[in-house]
């Protein structure tokens, strides 16, 4: 911890001989443009690998960059950032090598844990015939790294949340990424919203109920 309270020191200082209003400028509040979903990785800084400080970026980040529709903690934040912040651009963010994405490839028992990453064995009952082609276990699971990204910007599409957002002037866009921690490039999978069109007699609610006594 003392080399934390260090750190932290010289980091004010770095910034203030910089802009001695850095934080006064801080404080006053944020207006980012991005909300960034990502995983729980420590690798996978979504500051530092979009090139972005504070107050640029609202961020989201759990085991293998899941939106789990019965995750109250992921439904505030989207809440928050779409419709207080006013976010122009959510970022679903996966990356090769993850190991939440392995873990749930693996068939092998983890504890608690084993409910979250249910979710990504989902995303493989979806996909299987795709990923069952693919030989090569590194390559089949970084395609199921990018399978998953697009799955949950899919998840994003079905809240209520972005639905009540896209009837609005100027509604967020949504992207999945999947970073390269090899190279440290990102890459733009280019979800797009063609792409959910086949699924809106299901998932799409234009309307909301009124409970009847």
């Not at 770095?14 to 960034?36: T, V």
């Not at 990504?120 to 030989?135: A, C, F, N, P």
């Not at 190279?183 to 309307?207: A, K, M, P, S, W």
Request: charged share 25%; glycine share 6%.
């Amino acid at each position: 911890m003392e080399k934390i309270f260090e750190n932290n020191k010289k980091w004010v200082a770095e910034k203030l001989a910089q802009d001695s209003d850095y934080f006064a400028k801080l404080a006053k509040g944020q207006e980012p443009r991005y909300l960034f979903i990502g995983c729980s990785d420590s690798r996978v800084p979504a500051g530092e690998i979009t090139g972005h400080g504070p107050g640029e970026m609202f961020v989201h980040r759990n085991i293998a960059n899941l939106v789990v529709h019965s995750d109250v903690n992921l439904l505030s934040v989207l809440q928050y950032a779409v419709e207080v912040l006013k976010v122009k651009d959510i970022i679903v963010c996966g990356h090769y090598g993850c190991g939440g994405v392995a873990a749930a490839a693996s068939n092998k028992q983890f504890g608690l844990i084993d409910n979250w990453l249910r979710n990504i064995k989902d995303v493989m009952r979806l996909h299987t015939q795709e990923l069952t082609s693919i030989d090569d276990e590194e390559q089949r699971l970084r395609r199921l790294v990018e399978l998953n990204v697009m799955e949950q910007v899919h998840n994003l599409a079905k809240t209520s949340i972005i639905q009540n957002a896209m009837h609005s002037d100027n509604p967020p866009k949504l992207h999945g990424l999947v970073y390269d921690i090899r190279e440290g490039l990102l890459r733009d999978l280019q979800v797009n919203e063609e792409q959910f069109e086949q699924f809106e007699h299901i998932y799409n609610v234009t309307d909301k109920a009124t409970a009847k006594a």
